[in-house]
């Protein structure tokens, strides 16, 4: 009765939500109108987009599918580590744990992966992907069941930001049988800890699975002068409930409920090292930094129906709701200077005796932010035999709230306590709110025609992206604005692909698609980001022989740069969006997998290489300071040109051994060209890390696993002027996994 009053409870708020969707839901009853008689088709792949590793190959673009099995061989929690083995993907590690993903791909900055599209489930899971597109959120990495990944013409159907890519994590699926579960158990070095679980069934009508997911760490550095850990616990619920007709129903449906709570704390700062101390004991931190904590709460209802029409047609919508909430109270200025303006200099100098002083003052921020999400989004898949064709509708609304403060300490060298001297007043130091409305359509033809397939495609969309921002100080929004900014876009993005089939093994492919991403209300001249984006290879599979190689090019019109805190902006910049004029992009991907086999044992190895090459064409003196002052040639910040990674197994009848080998070419942290200057660079390093699994029984598995297996010490980025280490080589688990057996299907 308990679950049913929840239900009941969902599709109210859910009804709500959806009233302010007045635009896709009159497309929705239109589209429902070309309905016919309907068979049931238990297969439908209603969230997925491509669903298998077979769907993949037909593709006409970069597309990459990490299945279940391929999660679970090193059991990553890090979203960054796991997406190493897809080609054109960076990532920028930052706390060692993947707790602040930075993601980018084909050259597009990695900065809070602000220049991708995330969805979970096929919807957007960024907290605001229109009005704040740096992501605080990531869905949790270690509960999916399947990752998707693309870039180029793949992407086109996915917006708002077709440039770089689109990935689609998708969580765990209802079992199809009557009864199945699973239980995972880790322990590791420096407290680390998983619990994993899930429960579920399906029975005629009414299906449903219960999943629970949580980790935790005490962290690998520690506090100068007081030990304190630099940990974190992250706890993650998921809940789905399915209704469907009768498999014989005339028209066959399926109405799904998904529920979803996740919450972290974790003691993160933005403070590095000094390069001196980074030398000297490069897993230390500052003692100012001792208070600095992340608090988040992130809870989604999505609702999803899918009605099989006819033979030709099937519809499907989803409704989400997404609110995430964080307080990243951290240090702001040590001594009366900004992290990257002398502050981490004035910690290192205290915490080493040199500051010549027995306090210090240090201001504490509270990074305070709410977000807001929701939306509604119809599909309509027709089959017309040579043409496969989606229309598809999304109205999507999303908001960011600051309402932050500044608490003042001292430090002293004593007990190297930090006591409040004074506190701030709420909402004083930033009171603003950035939010977006969007209408977005789309149309998608995959043709056939001999051994030729033609995608084409065509995106609209249309938004409104405002800001309303109350001066310092001024708490009481009744009060007048400082800023009213509201930027209105309109565009249109037409993408075309073909694929050509030369034989059952070998596949070209090659297209062409216009990028876009929208100007963020900081974006004082409202120019969108657009680009041309190019991209032709091959693609080849027979037996054990996998591979594809793909040549990209990116001709920028404008591209976005985002001033956000991670990158050491000033509190007045932060928000604040620049634009670089013309940027070409431009690069190989590469992918290649065979299978040796000797006796009873198999040998698989997997090989993934990008070269990327960046420039800006037009000199410019910019606000944001890791592009500076750029002079034409010179290349994008933190982009690598080379990126290998080599996977390595031995498979045995009830075991299999891994190793996993990580190469990043050198980095600059500033736009420039030739030489990098010392203290511009994140030097290049080759990670190497390991698993092994052993099946105790059919249902039991013992696994164990080494992050960073020989030691290597190496800087993941530098951030405010200062040093932020990667993780040091660490057990990561030793996992006991027991599966119930599925049991089967009663109909």
């Known amino acids: 009765m308990r679950a049913i009053q929840i239900i009941v409870s969902f599709i109210g708020l859910a009804m709500r939500i959806s009233s302010s969707f007045k635009p896709a839901l009159i497309a929705l009853s239109v589209v429902s109108a070309l309905s016919n008689s309907a068979m049931a088709d238990d297969d439908m792949e209603h969230l997925a987009i491509f669903g298998s590793a077979q769907a993949v190959n037909d593709v ?35 706390d060692g744990y993947g707790l602040r993903p930075n993601i980018g791909m084909r050259g597009t900055g990695q900065n809070r992966s602000e220049k991708i599209t995330i969805m979970e489930d096929g919807v957007l899971a960024a907290p605001a992907p229109y009005s704040a597109p740096s992501a605080y959120y990531f869905p949790t990495a270690g509960r999916m069941q399947q990752i998707e990944v693309l870039k180029g013409t793949s992407s086109a159907m996915y917006g708002p930001r077709t440039t770089g890519g689109v ?33 579920g069934g399906a029975g005629q009508n009414v299906s ?46 399926e109405l799904e409920f998904k529920l979803k709570y996740s919450d972290e704390d974790s003691d993160e700062t933005y403070m590095g090292l000094t390069e001196a101390d980074f030398n000297a004991n490069l897993y230390s931190r500052y003692s100012a930094s001792q208070l600095d904590n992340m608090d988040t709460s992130h809870k989604q209802l999505q609702i999803n129906h899918h009605i099989k029409l006819s033979e030709r047609f099937t519809l499907g919508t989803s409704a989400y709701y997404n609110d995430f909430s964080r307080n990243w109270y951290k240090t702001n200025k040590v001594d ?54 989606k229309f598809g509708v999304r109205y999507h609304e999303d908001e960011m709230d600051r309402f932050q403060w500044v608490d003042k300490y001292t430090l002293d060298d004593t007990e190297y306590e930090m006591t409040l001297k004074e506190a701030g007043i709420h909402g ?41 921002d109350w001066d310092k100080g001024v708490v009481d929004r009744s009060q007048p604005l400082k800023k009213d900014i509201s930027n209105d876009v309109e565009v ?63 001709d920028y019109e404008n591209m976005h740069g985002n001033c956000t805190a991670s990158q050491g902006c000033d509190d007045d910049d932060i928000g604040n969006q620049y634009n670089a004029g013309e940027v070409e992009v431009s690069g190989l991907e590469m992918k290649v ?62 075991w299999r051994s891994d190793i996993l080998v990580r190469y990043m070419d050198e980095m600059r942290t500033t736009a420039g060209q030739g030489s990098i200057v010392a203290g511009n660079a994140v030097d290049s390093r080759t990670v190497v890390d390991m698993a092994a699994h052993y099946s105790v029984a059919d249902n039991q598995e013992i696994t164990f696993n080494v992050d960073n297996l020989f030691d290597k010490e190496y800087m993941a980025t530098r951030t405010h002027g200062s040093i932020m280490v990667g993780k040091p080589r660490s057990v990561t688990s030793v996992s006991y996994t027991h599966l119930t057996l599925p049991t089967n299907r009663e109909v």
């Open 428 to 468: 004083a130091d930033s009171n603003r709110i950035d939010s977006a409305q969007a209408l977005a359509l789309f149309v998608h033809d995959e043709y056939t025609v001999g051994d030729f397939i033609i995608n084409a495609g065509l995106r609209y969309e249309d938004m409104t992206i405002s800001r309303k």
């Open 60 to 94: 006409p673009g970069s597309a990459h599918m990490i299945s279940q099995t391929d999660l679970e061989k090193f059991d990553f929690t890090d979203i960054m580590r796991t997406l190493t083995s897809v080609p054109g993907v960076y990532v920028l590690e930052e």
């Open 593 to 654: 997998g065979y299978e040796f086999s000797a006796g009873s044992l198999a040998f698989p190895v997997d090989v993934t290489y990008t070269f990327t090459e960046t420039e800006f064409q037009n000199a410019f003196a910019s606000g944001l300071d890791t592009w500076g002052s750029v002079a034409a040639g010179d290349e994008l910040p933190y982009v690598p040109e080379n990126q290998l990674q080599i996977s390595l197994a031995v498979v045995g009848e009830k």
């Open 167 to 199: 990935i689609n994590m998708l969580s765990r699926t209802i079992p199809e049988a009557a009864l199945a579960g699973q239980v995972n158990l880790s322990a590791g070095e420096d407290g680390f800890g998983k619990a994993h679980a899930y429960v």
């Open 208 to 253: 449903s699975v219960f999943e629970v997911f949580r980790y935790q760490a005490d962290g690998f550095k520690d506090v100068n002068h007081t030990g304190d850990d630099t940990g974190f616990v992250k706890n993650d619920i998921m809940a789905k409930v399915m209704i469907n007709s009768d498999v014989d129903a005339k028209y066959y449906q």
């Open 336 to 389: 009366g200077n900004s992290l990257s303006g002398g502050g981490i200099d004035d910690a290192a100098a205290f915490d080493n005796g040199t500051f010549g002083a027995g306090e210090i003052e240090v201001e504490v921020k509270a990074n305070s932010r709410d977000y807001l999400s929701k939306g509604i989004q119809t599909i309509l898949d027709a089959d017309f035999n040579d043409h496969q064709v």
């Open 492 to 554: 249109l993005l037409p993408s075309l692909a073909v694929t050509y089939r030369v034989n059952n093994d070998l596949v070209i492919i090659g297209g062409v698609q216009k990028g876009f991403a929208p100007p963020a209300p900081g974006n004082d001249k409202a120019e969108n980001e657009e680009s041309i984006n190019y991209e032709l290879g091959l693609r080849y599979n027979q037996d054990t022989l996998r591979a594809e190689a793909l040549f990209f090019y990116s």
